[in-house]
């Protein structure tokens, strides 16, 4: 199962990661600004939500002190989940529009979801360079934490993977996934604690979020960045533990579908 | 024998034709106690063997399931029961036409291909050079694939195809894209691949280029294999499946043609010799408003002491490009000039089709006609006009002036087998397109009508 999947990966990686480059190069070909439309769109949020955040509405977090406290909370949790919900979005339709090479070609269907997620990934690593500048412009001090960010942010685009695998292969057969997906994932959005703290939602919502795969990494962000606290190795675990098991499932799912996929598509 | 290639043995397919999606999500959820699809057998016990070096055609009307075979073959499809095995590397060009970025330029879209058909690191490059100097595209190699014209995305399709050195090709319909030089050289290098070892799987609707490249042929009817072997035969048993559809039975012509043949056949005119001109004054008449173009002068081989100037068409006595009804007078002018002092210049023409096989060449001196003593400077015209009694088609047309060679012992007095020096040989110097006649008759099936009549002859009753 997944041994295959990571060699058949590393395979073709360079094929992956051209095509990652190409999309990041080409999302916005014919625009003016072209390429630094991937800088100056998450610039743009960040700036926005400063100004809204510490001006207009003067949100704060109990323990975060200074007028960007909030700002960066928030960015903290929602740039990596735009990157996740954007890796779904695209993935779940990845292989439908991929079609071409999968209806001729005997490559792994999971190629071009893994595309997809490098290509988020490629977002993220920019959106989150630039909240670093700006937390560090805005008076943070850096700690030892943030060496381990790099691990919550890749469990966001490996979820985001993962899950990917099982909606696209399910999308093939029915259009209807496509439909009800931004549906869920705005579900998962408010359910989660990305634009509200843990503790300012009623308890049955805290429940829910026990058992929300995206909540072992926001709250793992949250610490790190935010907070200068290492999380407990529950969260840890559960972080990692999610992305795991959906990618064992939705590759078995894929794999009992694959020929039934080339069939459809 | 040597071993086979690809062994393929039992194959099978069955499609699960679900009438909606809904009809899908009910049987999946029931864990298939309610079914919901109906079964379609595209492909039935389907059993071959290929050798290296070998071409086997595979035919069949639409439908019969050689895509869903070759795409089984290639791997992007899951065959329902039997196996193949195939002992080298497969490459189809059916997949490598497609795929292609058209943000990305050529040079990158061979680069990114070759990733996707799992070719190591550098591969691609290392035949970058061979690749560009197939596609003859010029800087368009370096642009954006959006920018090309479609037979500019065959070209570059067919160099990747050609230099990524397969073992066991896939064609499919790719070979009929293009202009007829394209498409005879497409031909040319497919027999060459052939030659070197490449097993190759053709398949086509056009029965006169699988005649021309296989031997073997595999017949699909209705997803079951009616025929393996040979290609003749094969064709024969193809036609029998298409039943009286439009099918070339010689019965059903018998039937339809009046005794005596039909007036506009003219056969005999094909048998006209070639008038020549022999000054450019002298017919000047008949030259006026011929439309000059410059001849197609790739692979040009001679020492161009003559040289092909330009050349000009007329279809039934009318200035026209290069394009006539069939059964009509095509007139082909070329304008010729001697660079040098040439001796017994011995002018010819020949056409071929589009796989390159010749369907006929004559020179002068077939026709009669004194070589002709070519003085340096000079300037004459040659007129070849032809009947193009042929099949509705791309053709074409070379041109050449050669060396006659006296030979007392034959009775032209010149030798008909071998000739001189060669002073000038266009192989392509132009595409000629013979199109269906205006009031729709078709009056003979094949490649070209032969000069032919029939009759019937009563015997009296039984």
Not at chain 2, 167 to 173: F, N, P, S, T
Not at chain 2, 176 to 183: A, E, H, L, M, T
Not at chain 2, 446 to 452: I, M, R, T, W
Request: proline share 5%; hydrophobic share 45%.
């Amino acid at each position: 199962m997944g041994i295959g999947q990571v060699r058949a990966l590393l395979k073709y990686r360079g094929f992956v990661w051209r095509r990652a480059l190409t999309d990041v190069r080409h999302r916005f070909a014919g625009t003016g600004a072209g390429v630094f439309w991937n800088v100056l769109q998450p610039l743009a949020s960040i700036l926005l939500y400063a100004v809204v955040f510490s001006q207009l509405m003067k949100s704060h977090l109990g323990q975060l002190k200074g007028p960007f406290g909030f700002t960066l909370y928030l960015c903290a949790g929602m740039l990596p989940w735009i990157a996740f919900s954007e890796c779904m979005s695209r993935g779940t339709n990845a292989l439908v529009a991929n079609a071409q090479f999968l209806k001729k070609l005997a490559v792994p269907e999971y190629l071009f979801i893994a595309e997809t997620a490098v290509s988020a990934g490629i977002g993220l690593a920019i959106s989150f360079s630039l909240l670093l500048v700006f937390a560090l412009a805005t008076g943070t001090t850096p700690t030892l934490h943030w060496l381990a960010l790099p691990v919550p942010l890749m469990c966001f685009i490996w979820l985001g993977y993962s899950i990917s695998l099982l909606t696209g292969s399910l999308r093939v057969f029915f259009p209807d996934v496509g439909q009800l997906l931004p549906l869920v994932l705005q579900i998962a959005m408010w359910t989660a604690p990305i634009v509200y703290a843990p503790g300012a939602v009623p308890h049955a919502l805290q429940l829910v979020a026990r058992f929300h795969p995206i909540v072992p990494a926001v709250n793992a962000m949250h610490e790190l960045f935010l907070f200068s606290t290492w999380p407990s190795s529950e969260t840890w675990i559960a972080m990692l533990a999610w992305p795991s098991a959906m990618t064992l499932f939705s590759h078995a799912v894929l794999k009992k579908l694959r020929p039934e996929i080339r069939d459809a598509i | 024998m040597n071993e086979p290639i690809v062994t393929a043995s039992g194959i099978s397919k069955r499609f699960k034709i679900y009438p909606s999606p809904r009809a899908r999500l009910t049987e999946w959820l029931s864990l298939g106690a309610l079914q919901r699809h109906q079964d379609y057998w595209a492909l039935r016990d389907v059993s071959f063997d290929l050798a290296r070096g070998e071409c086997l055609g595979v035919i069949g009307s639409n439908g019969s399931g050689k895509s869903t075979l070759l795409k089984i073959l290639t791997g992007s499809l899951f065959p329902t029961d039997g196996t193949f095995a195939v002992n080298g590397r497969l490459l189809s060009l059916l997949e490598l036409g497609t795929g292609m970025n058209p943000e990305l330029s050529g040079r990158d879209n061979v680069v990114n291909c070759s990733r996707l058909l799992d070719f190591p690191e550098g591969y691609a490059e290392s035949k970058m050079e061979h690749i560009e100097r197939f596609a003859e595209l010029g800087d368009f190699f370096d642009r954006p694939v959006k920018l090309y014209s479609s037979g500019m995305h065959v070209r570059l399709a067919f160099s990747m195809w050609t230099c990524f050195e397969p073992e066991v090709l896939i064609v499919d319909e790719a070979l009929s894209v293009g202009d007829v030089f394209f498409q005879q050289k497409c031909f040319r290098r497919a027999r060459e691949l052939l030659d070197a070892g490449v097993a190759m799987l053709f398949v086509s609707h056009d029965l006169g280029a699988v005649q021309s490249l296989c031997k073997r042929t595999l017949v699909l009817e209705k997803g079951i294999c009616t025929h393996l072997g040979d290609v003749h035969a094969g064709i024969r048993l193809y036609y029998a499946h298409l039943g009286g559809t439009s099918a070339p039975e010689p019965v059903e012509q018998k039937k339809s043609v009046e005794p005596s043949p039909a007036p506009s056949l003219a056969p005999e005119r094909t048998n006209e010799n070639p008038e020549r001109p022999t000054e450019l004054a002298a017919s000047g008449a008949t030259l006026n408003g011929l439309m000059w173009t410059e001849p197609r002068r790739v692979e040009t081989i001679g020492n161009l002491r003559v040289e092909l100037l330009q050349i000009a068409f007329q279809a039934d006595g009318v200035n026209s490009t290069a394009s006539v009804a069939q059964g009509g007078q095509l007139g082909i002018y070329a304008r010729w000039r001697a660079n040098a002092d040439a001796a017994h210049v011995n002018f010819g023409v020949a056409i071929s089709d589009r796989t390159g096989r010749i369907l006929f060449a004559r020179g002068e001196i077939n026709a009669d006609i004194e070589p002709y003593d070519f003085r340096a400077g000079t300037e004459i015209i040659t007129l070849f006009s032809i009947c193009m009694d042929m099949d509705p088609g791309d053709y074409s047309i070379m041109l050449t002036a050669a060396e006659a060679l006296a030979d007392s012992s034959n009775p032209t007095g010149w030798n008909q087998n071998v000739g001189g020096e060669r002073y000038s040989e266009l192989p392509c110097a132009a595409a000629v397109t013979i199109q269906p006649r205006a009031d729709g008759r078709k009056l003979f099936y094949g490649v070209a009508c032969l000069s032919n009549s029939m009759e019937r002859i009563e015997s009296g009753t039984r």
